[in-house]
């Protein structure tokens, strides 16, 4: 015995380690998103993003996939983006958005073999798509509202291209506003508004479903569909925002009406968001999201349920202190599915649409993309950890383990031997309980003793959870040889509403003691040797940064990544004004006192920690003035200090290039302060 155990134990010193997981090779992995069940449930399209690496562009196509599993088949294969797969009703057919011609337009493909034919030339481009029926699409394009009036709805191409003429002649370029918003998160706004329009696949040609100088949908950052089509093609659900000042509300009404057009009729007009319907398989009902309080957008989303014949709305979740987050429908309509973010994790539950008791189906990670296979047994969804990204799984209704279904990233991911994040907690403000995640680098050693990074979220409300990320992903953190902390403060969503409302009106405190006890009990880890500490932090994150540097000298290095540091500035800058409002408690001017207090630009006298400043020039959300008045603060105040810009990057830098320059950056940044405390 004790010969094997010897043997064994030289094995795994002679044991080579993993490679680096760096950010090139992390742009190696397959990007899987927006999975659609076909009708007959056989087969699932997703679209894939790969990033050449030679080149540092990227692409996007389109696959289809047993829904049991196997080898997937690429069904688009251009050098131009392909997205957002959609299946006809026949399931012969699969309609998409692609950039293969020029502009963006939708496209249809006979899923059993052929060339995919162009069936939209709007000049404006298309953005959505879903099927109304065989032969007519519902389609989304950016418009100039007066067009669609002076044609009696049709959409007027001529009209259109003349408007988009227009603004490329000499003079043409001023921007000329008489409210808000101007610009949103990434461009600056102009007269054309998203409308809803009704394609005919035979003919090419499209009318104004939504006429009007409101977008339909609106604007959303990354989020799910705001419309939907009925199952018999007779109607289409929609959100509208009807607020003069768009940019002091949160407030979209939901609305139906007939495709063949007409007035729309609101179903549903709660203070807050009303948004992602989804008809149910029956047609009887529309499901929905809504949060009940106006101009809160971290207001609780709630699932309602519509009855189109009696108009009546049903709170499903309201004893359910979670945020509900994407929603599906069972076969039979009685049965809702729906994830939403708990303890770190994001499970998949179910609720009777009737009303009744919210049940798990199954957790441990991060559900993404919830689809429902028409057996009424099946459920498919994405699914991430801290150690992949998304893949497409397999879900019972029964509960169980989730069965994989795509294995794009397993190979590439193998030779890493990445570790799982360790779920731990802590006590912090006032004694409540903190959720953090740990991760460790592949080849950890627990004899030895590691640098710490700390790294605090944005939002304020969000959360780090078990899941994927690109941006500030822990695992290349952790490759580069630190112990990674990545605390879930006041504000993180995920343990009920409570916690999520203490950092309003509080920004550097609770959440900021949450942080620094946080760095206590991190520092106490046996591997972590105490002092060597950094944090870094993005958005809000990057505002406790700055709240950090005036407030304590107790890291090593400090991060700031698109950091809030003055918040009057702010305030006059920024364009989702109901934000601030809702934080502060107000405009500055009438809560100057908050403003003042919790604004890191007025501790500059207190900053002495080397500081990395990151800012995109296109980050309209935090303005690169903040960071340009953090860099100038620490310069003049003679810390070391650096700036980083990206001129083509907003709030998230995006382009893989830029994405690896980044972890470059930072990285060697931390490396340069983080030094051994000896030699």
């Known amino acids: 015995m004790t010969s094997t155990v010897s043997i064994f134990l030289l094995s795994l010193l002679a044991a080579p380690s993993p490679p680096p997981f760096t950010a090139a090779e992390m742009m190696r992995l397959q990007r899987i998103a927006d999975p659609q069940v076909s009708p007959d449930g056989k087969s699932v399209a997703y679209q894939a993003t790969q990033v050449d690496t030679a080149t540092w562009t990227r692409n996007t196509d389109i696959w289809v996939i047993p829904a049991v599993g196997g080898t997937p088949r690429r069904i688009t294969d251009d050098p131009k983006s392909d997205s957002r797969p959609r299946w006809s009703p026949d399931g012969r057919r699969l309609a998409f958005v692609s950039t293969r011609d020029g502009g963006a337009q939708v496209w249809v493909v006979d899923v059993a073999g052929g060339v995919p034919r162009k069936v939209t030339s ?212 009685r049965t809702l599915y729906f994830t939403a973010e708990n303890d770190a994790r994001v499970p998949i539950f179910a609720v009777p649409a009737a009303g009744g008791s919210v049940r798990t189906i199954v957790g441990g990670v991060s559900f993404g993309d919830l689809r429902a296979a028409p057996d009424g047994r099946t459920l498919f969804a994405t699914a991430a950890a801290l150690t992949h990204p998304a893949e497409i799984v397999r879900v019972s209704t029964d509960g169980g383990a989730p069965a994989a279904v795509t294995h794009a990233n397993d190979s590439v ?148 990544h698109d950091g809030v540091f003055d918040l009057r500035s702010m305030y006059g800058a920024t364009e989702e004004l109901w934000f601030p409002e809702w934080e502060f408690r107000g405009p500055y001017w009438a809560r100057r006192e908050m403003y003042e207090r919790w604004s890191p630009n007025n501790f500059v006298q207190n900053f002495k920690t080397p500081t990395l400043v990151v800012h995109g020039e296109l980050d309209y959300r935090v303005p690169i003035e903040q960071g340009l008045g953090m860099f100038t603060a620490l310069q003049r105040l003679g810390v070391p200090s650096r700036l980083l810009v990206f001129p083509d990057e907003g709030h998230w830098v995006l382009q893989p290039a830029n994405a690896v320059r980044w972890y470059q950056e930072v990285i060697g940044w931390l490396d340069r302060w983080m030094r051994p405390a000896t030699p």
């Open 122 to 333: 709007l000049p404006t481009e298309a953005g959505g798509v879903l099927w109304v029926d065989d032969r007519t699409l519902l389609v989304t394009s950016e418009v100039y509202p007066e067009c669609a009036a002076a044609a009696g709805g049709a959409y007027d191409a001529a009209c259109n291209r003349g408007h988009l003429e227009e603004m490329t002649r000499p003079g043409a370029q001023a921007r000329v506003y008489d409210g808000l918003l101007m610009r949103h998160w990434d461009h600056w706004e102009d007269r054309r508004r998203t409308h809803l329009h009704v394609v005919d696949l035979a003919s090419g040609q499209a009318r104004d479903l939504t006429p009007g100088t409101t977008d339909v949908p609106p604007f959303t950052v990354g989020g799910p569909d705001d419309y939907d089509v009925a199952p018999d093609g007779k109607e289409v659900a929609f959100v509208r925002k009807d607020a003069p000042v768009e940019a002091v509300s949160t407030n979209g009404e939901l609305y139906v009406l007939p495709v063949t057009g007409g007035a729309p009729t609101k179903v549903a007009g709660n203070p807050g968001y009303d948004g992602e319907p989804r008809y149910s398989p029956s047609g009887a009902m529309i499901a929905f999201r809504a949060q009940m309080r106006a101009d809160y957008e971290a207001d609780r989303w709630r699932l309602m349920v519509y009855d189109r014949a009696t108009r009546a709305v049903r709170n499903l979740t309201e004893p359910f202190d979670r945020q509900v987050g994407d929603i599906a429908w069972s076969p039979d309509s």
């Open 413 to 560: 991911l193998e030779p890493f031997l990445l570790l799982p994040g360790e779920s731990v907690r802590y006590k912090g403000a006032a004694g409540k309980t903190v959720q953090a995640w740990v991760v460790k680098p592949a080849a950890f050693d627990p004899t030895r003793r590691y640098p710490l990074l700390v790294l605090i979220h944005g939002g304020p409300q969000g959360e780090w959870g078990e899941t994927w990320s690109y941006r500030w992903n822990p695992q290349v953190f952790a490759s580069a040889g630190y112990v990674v902390f990545m605390p879930n403060p006041r504000g993180s969503i995920g343990w009920g509403q409570e916690f999520v409302e203490d950092v309003s009106g509080d920004w550097g405190g609770r959440a900021y003691e949450d942080v620094l006890k946080g760095t206590d009990f991190a520092e106490a880890l046996p591997y972590v040797e105490k002092g060597r500490t950094a944090a870094a932090g993005a958005s809000y994150g990057g505002y406790m940064v700055d709240w950090i540097a005036g407030h304590t000298g107790r890291y090593r290095v400090l991060v700031s």
